[in-house]
């Protein structure tokens, strides 16, 4: 018997998108998206085209979504390589994509306020999606903070663009929290929020306006974003213009990959308190133990104590590092370098069946 193919492979996977029947998103109380009931935590790209060496890329950086840059015939390409697409709303990709598998949401505008388009527009264009599709939810992407409240009802999620690494490095990192909050103040505690995270930047991008980040400056970005509870980290990149930062992508991918059964498991937010503003800490406790973020968003080395209520343990392991932190009555004292994050847990891993995981 002759072994097929990897273009026949996929060809037979394409075959199997155009059977497969196009699942339910919605969101769950936490602001969790669910593919037809099963969590999923968007880790997405913004591209601008897709072949063979992008999918390639796309995997070996382990995303899980695409926004952008394909073409409307790529979808059963895009669903056969386990990939989900978040889709404009021009007439051709409705057509194309409202009852495809690869679905997971509709982009109805990319900075509204920036592009002349009203709220009230926006409001009666993501009215008429609704009444067309019910499936499937409806976002708007921001990058100004009062855009928040002012397209508060064209949308069933928000994307925030915050991009603070200019070219003089002068504005606060924590700005990517900040545009979060507002989102939650206005819509609700746990409103769902898709973070971009900036990875672009340099003396030919945009006039010079932005700094390149490092790699640790992207982490410390998507670290804030997870504190502030984002329920989807999306990159914005110009694509690969800077090896060591893209490269950075696949090891920090990987961390929010082995994270994801502890932020979308069934569980509570705990209240955490730290000594110091620069840190941020969030703490989640989950039926079989509980994790705590922890995120200097200062270029400053620092020691704080981090007091998290109901921890059990007399002591914390360091998710991604072999080492055991002390605890006393709740209460933790740590080091963090400039920029740096650290992840704890207790207890066992959640068991989650995740959408997509076959």
């Known amino acids: 018997m002759k072994k097929m193919s990897m273009s026949m492979v996929i060809g037979l996977a394409c075959v199997s998108a155009l059977l497969a029947?196009?699942?339910?998103?919605?969101?769950?109380?936490?602001?969790?998206?669910?593919?037809?009931?099963?969590?999923?935590?968007?880790?997405?790209?913004?591209?601008?085209?897709?072949?063979?060496?992008?999918?390639?890329?796309?995997?070996?950086?382990?995303?899980?979504?695409?926004?952008?840059?394909?073409?409307?015939?790529?979808?059963?390409?895009?669903?056969?390589?386990?990939?989900?697409?978040?889709?404009?709303?021009?007439?051709?990709?409705?057509?194309?994509?409202?009852?495809?598998?690869?679905?997971?949401?509709?982009?109805?505008?990319?900075?509204?306020?920036?592009?002349?388009?009203?709220?009230?527009?926006?409001r009666e264009r993501y009215l008429a999606l609704k009444r067309k599709d019910s499936k499937h939810?409806?976002?708007?992407?921001?990058?100004?903070?009062?855009?928040?409240?002012?397209?508060?009802?064209?949308?069933?999620?928000?994307?925030?663009?915050?991009?603070?690494?200019?070219?003089?490095?002068?504005?606060?990192?924590?700005?990517?929290?900040?545009h979060m909050d507002e989102a939650r103040r206005v819509h609700g505690a746990n409103w769902p929020n898709w973070t971009y995270i900036q990875d672009f930047g340099g003396p030919d991008t945009d006039g010079g306006k932005w700094a390149q980040p490092l790699p640790h400056e992207v982490r410390c970005m998507t670290y804030i974003a997870l504190v502030h509870r984002a329920t989807g980290i999306l990159y914005f990149s110009y694509w690969p213009k800077a090896p060591q930062t893209w490269n950075s992508l696949g090891p920090l991918n990987r961390e929010i990959h082995r994270l994801v059964p502890w932020l979308v498991a069934e569980g509570k937010e705990l209240p955490a308190k730290v000594s110091a503003e620069a840190v941020q800490v969030r703490a989640r406790k989950v039926a079989s133990g509980g994790v705590i973020l922890a995120v200097n968003t200062r270029p400053?080395?620092?020691?704080?104590?981090?007091?998290?209520?109901?921890?059990?343990?007399?002591?914390?392991?360091?998710?991604?590092?072999?080492?055991?932190?002390?605890?006393?009555?709740?209460?933790?004292?740590?080091?963090?370098?400039?920029?740096?994050?650290?992840?704890?847990?207790?207890?066992?891993e959640p068991a989650v069946t995740l959408a997509g995981d076959e």
């Open 137 to 178: 939810p409806i976002g708007l992407c921001h990058f100004l903070f009062e855009a928040l409240e002012q397209y508060e009802h064209a949308c069933d999620f928000t994307m925030t663009d915050v991009y603070p690494v200019t070219a003089n490095r002068d504005v606060p990192l924590v700005n990517v929290g900040i």
């Open 21 to 122: 029947e196009s699942p339910t998103v919605t969101f769950d109380a936490a602001g969790i998206v669910r593919i037809d009931g099963k969590p999923f935590f968007p880790v997405g790209l913004f591209t601008y085209h897709l072949d063979t060496q992008v999918l390639a890329e796309l995997h070996e950086l382990q995303f899980n979504t695409i926004i952008n840059g394909f073409e409307h015939n790529q979808l059963d390409l895009i669903h056969a390589h386990g990939l989900k697409a978040i889709c404009f709303t021009q007439d051709e990709w409705f057509e194309a994509a409202h009852e495809h598998p690869a679905l997971l949401a509709w982009y109805l505008t990319d900075e509204p306020e920036g592009h002349d388009k009203t709220p009230e527009d926006e």
């Open 300 to 348: 400053v080395f620092t020691r704080v104590d981090i007091a998290v209520a109901d921890v059990p343990a007399d002591a914390l392991t360091m998710l991604f590092v072999n080492r055991s932190v002390p605890v006393a009555n709740g209460v933790f004292r740590e080091r963090f370098g400039p920029y740096e994050a650290k992840v704890y847990t207790w207890g066992t």
